[in-house]
C-alpha cells in the first residue's frame, strides 16, 4: 500500500533512513575490531608454534 500524498513518500523515506544508519554504523564500527581479533589469533597460534618448535 502506498502513501496518498508526498509527505507521507518524504516521511517513509525519512523513517527508513533513520532505521538503517544505526544499523550501517555498528556494522562499520565492528569490522576493525573483527579484523583486530583476527590478527591477535593468529599471533597467538605462531607464538605458540615457535615456542613448541624452539630449541632449547
Not at 502513501?3 to 544505526?22: F, G, I, K, Q
Not at 555498528?26 to 613448541?52: D, K, M
Amino acid at each position: 500500500m502506498s502513501p496518498a500524498n508526498t509527505a507521507l513518500v518524504h516521511a517513509e523515506a525519512t523513517c527508513a533512513d533513520a532505521v538503517r544508519a544505526p544499523a550501517e554504523h555498528a556494522v562499520a564500527r565492528a569490522a576493525p575490531r573483527r579484523a583486530v581479533g583476527a590478527e591477535v589469533i593468529s599471533i597467538q597460534q605462531r607464538v605458540r608454534a615457535l615456542r613448541r618448535h624452539r630449541i632449547p
